[in-house]
């Protein structure tokens, strides 16, 4: 049935004008569709993990045991642990930006090059 | 190098501090089924939540500290409301990425949840149906105006809000939302999204020992999964949960039943006009999470239903989170407001700097003495996060609120206060 047509109506936008926050709209289009890609990349190789696991644990595949896979509780620490360095590493310029911000000013190596001509 | 460390997950890290594993969500007859993929989604979710609280919202408070008030301050002064902060903020890049991440976030979630609910659509709405139909437990309303504060636009960005039905019958949106709280919150919420419910159990219990209501009453009640944990712990209670949304209470109902919780009567109404109820015929009123959805006009009017419900002796509670004062900063004041601009929950500003305490007398409460507490959600701390020992404070999602309420006063014949 046509109104729930999961291709068509799953993104649908919310009612109420949409915020945007960047200098750059094009640049927050791109993010988002950035951050939409990332999330399927955690999507598939959480997906490899499982395949990994049940492997493991059985020697045998089908993708019923990948359905059926609940992590326990060790294992889905791990799991977390591995999407929490992948964001970290998604997201890395952030993290960066806060150590300058920490910082304060810095010479740039182009500056210290002057520098080091004369001493 | 050692055999043990050849594997980057076998590495010596300190113990994981973060979301469970989706999987621990509640599996009742009404949820629907998520494919590994799709669990995934929401754990992947969950985790940019914490990210962005964790680690991108620190760095806008730094930027705050070092770029944006002392540009202020140099240029125009101190700043004078969270207002002037906020919009001081929407210039500088630390704030414009968090947001931007946060809101795009909120929309990937809106996503997933959709696409599990929409793909799985005939079979959800035919198990409500079975669930529902002839039940006199459900109450919905021909021809049931929406109010206004439900229509301007979608609430948390969710498309069709509470109340929209793709075709009759429809109860995708409900299975979205009791989906997808987990993404949001990290789980703090629990296994069926209910520890705002059980909070509120465990401080009647604690504050009013011997309390036996016998009609209870929930406005605002969503799909009910913070009515149901009170619904459990009064089984001799009437409990009547009202909504504006005919999909939530139609989910709602079928969800409870499939739980096992049978005292509850899911009512289609208004809570600005409850003349449907008499006076003085409920011992407990409850709002959690609802007032911030409403507009400032029905919240007066909602609060002066409540005085008008009340048997003397009975009490209402509203949960919600903090109010905005004097001993905030105005930091922290405009970082909840996000939600307000950014977020499509337009009253949340005005309804937390509001002075609920004049409300109150306004509406009635006079005569009682206006309690306030705390309150944090009651989870399985086995398996999901504790609220109360949890340092990440995600801004306006922490599953700790604030509590108002009134205990109506026992009136002599003569009209006096006993």
Sequence with gaps: MDAFDPLKHAGAKARGKRPWFLENQDTERLMTIVMALAQEVSVMRQRLDTVERVLEKKGTLTRADIEGFAPDKAEAAERGAWTQEFIARILRILQQEQDALQRGDEVSSEQAAKDFQEN | ?418
């Design chain 2, 1 to 418: 190098m050692p055999e043990d460390l050849a594997r980057s997950d076998k590495q010596a890290r300190p113990a994981y501090d973060g979301p469970p594993d989706y999987r621990l969500v509640g599996k009742h007859a009404m949820m629907p089924g998520t494919s590994h993929d799709e669990a995934e989604r929401f754990n992947f979710l969950a985790q940019m939540n914490r990210h962005l609280a964790s680690r991108v919202m620190p760095g806008v408070k730094a930027a705050f500290e070092t770029r944006v008030e002392p540009a202020h301050v140099k240029a125009q002064g101190a700043f004078r409301n969270r207002h002037e902060v906020r919009k001081a903020l929407l210039k500088d890049p630390a704030f414009q990425w968090w947001s931007a991440l946060r809101r795009a976030t909120m929309e990937q979630r809106q996503e997933a949840g959709r696409w599990v609910c929409l793909r799985q659509a005939g079979e959800l709405n035919e198990k409500a149906r079975k669930l529902t139909e002839g039940d006199p437990r459900l109450e919905l309303k021909e021809g049931f105006a929406v109010p206004r504060y439900l229509t301007a636009v979608d609430h948390h960005l969710m498309p069709g809000s509470y109340h929209t039905e793709r075709a009759p019958g429809d109860v995708t949106g409900p299975a979205n939302y009791d989906l997808g709280i987990f993404a949001t919150t990290g789980g703090a919420l629990g296994r069926y999204n209910d520890g705002g419910g059980h909070a509120v159990v465990a401080w009647v219990k604690r504050n009013l020992p011997g309390f036996a209501p016998k009609r209870i009453l929930d406005l605002g009640a969503g799909l009910g999964h913070n009515v149901l944990p009170i619904a459990q712990a009064f089984p001799e209670a009437e409990v009547v949960a009202v909504d504006a949304g005919a999909p939530m209470l139609r989910y709602g109902l079928a969800r409870a039943k499939s739980l096992g919780i049978e005292n509850v009567r899911f009512v289609q109404a208004d809570a600005e006009d409850l003349s449907r109820f008499e006076d003085e015929s409920f011992d407990w009123i409850q709002t959690t999470m609802f007032l911030h959805e409403t507009s400032k006009k029905a919240m007066e009017q909602i609060f002066a239903e409540t005085r008008r419900l009340l048997k003397p002796g009975g009490i209402v509670l509203h949960v919600e989170q903090p109010q905005y004062s004097d001993t905030m900063t105005y930091y922290e004041q405009a970082m909840r407001d996000w939600d307000a601009f950014y977020n499509n929950e337009p009253f949340w500003t005005t309804m937390h700097e509001i002075d609920l305490d004049d409300l109150m007398i306004k509406a009635g409460f006079g005569q009682e003495k206006i309690l306030h507490d705390g309150v944090a959600a009651v989870v399985d701390t086995g398996l999901f996060p504790a609220p109360d020992t949890d340092e990440v404070e995600d801004y306006g999602r922490k599953a700790a609120w604030h509590v108002i309420g009134a205990q109506k006063k026992t009136m002599k014949k003569t009209g006096e206060a006993a």
